[in-house]
């Protein structure tokens, strides 16, 4: 079985600051990783991805992640964040090959501060 | 595209009533999710269809909750009685491909 851990379950941070929220994984098998977004009272919306190739991924609205394997992590990160990404951020793996069962981890709150 | 539909947005019951949350899913997604958010046990897969058929529905926590897709653009998910534990966000999805799911904006169900 799967399992992914968010260490942070809250990280303030100033506007213009950089980012990065922390996600481990441990799995028996090989994986797909992904992190979501959740904005107050909406659904998750996909950031970015990780199925295969290059190890440094790139998402959408600035963000960044890199895959680690032998550190089992897909940490997140942006150099410089907004008032607008404050939002709940979740890390997610699924088996590789497997896209119908995600396990999330347990979300990082970004507070952005002016 | 309107994306995954979900209603109603809030659903307010009392204890031991029916409660059914709808979705509708993206058209020409050929999978469709149902899943649980709360505070303590973050978000749990319940149910998941394939065509229409339920494929995997080991995250279903008991008998009175029952999910159903009568055809590709609809999907109920119905708790019968319900009960104060139940009270969570219900969230939809649906995925066409291995790009990644699109989730509704859920149903907030409190039950009193």
């Known amino acids: 079985a799967q399992s992914v851990t968010q260490l942070d379950s809250q990280v303030p941070v100033f506007e213009e600051a950089p980012v990065e929220l922390r996600c481990n994984y441990s799995?028996?098998?090989?994986?797909?990783l992904f992190w979501y977004v959740q904005y107050p009272n909406q659904g998750l919306q996909l950031l970015l991805k990780y199925l295969s190739g290059s190890t440094l991924v790139k998402g959408i609205n600035g963000f960044e992640a890199e895959f680690n394997k032998s550190q089992t992590s897909f940490h997140l990160r942006k150099p410089s964040v907004h008032i607008s990404d404050t939002a709940e951020y979740f890390c997610a793996v699924s088996e590789r090959g497997n896209f119908n069962k995600f396990y999330f981890g347990s979300g990082t709150k970004l507070n952005v501060k002016p | 595209d309107a994306g995954v539909i979900q209603s109603p947005r809030h659903e307010v019951t009392e204890m031991g009533q029916e409660v059914t949350l709808r979705c509708k899913p993206i058209?020409?997604?050929?999978?469709l999710f149902w899943y649980r958010q709360t505070m303590m046990r973050g978000l749990e897969l319940l149910i998941y269809f394939n065509n229409n058929v339920p494929i995997d529905d080991s995250g279903m926590p008991e008998d009175r909750f029952s999910a159903k897709m009568p055809n590709a653009s609809f999907s109920t998910l119905k708790i019968q009685p319900s009960e104060p534990r139940d009270s969570a966000v219900y969230f939809c999805?649906?995925?066409?491909?291995?790009?990644?799911?699109?989730f509704g904006s859920g149903t907030r169900l409190t039950v009193v």
């Open positions: 058209s020409g997604h050929d999978y």
């Open positions: 999805a649906s995925r066409a491909d291995r790009v990644g799911y699109t």
């Open positions: 799995s028996s098998v090989s994986v797909y």
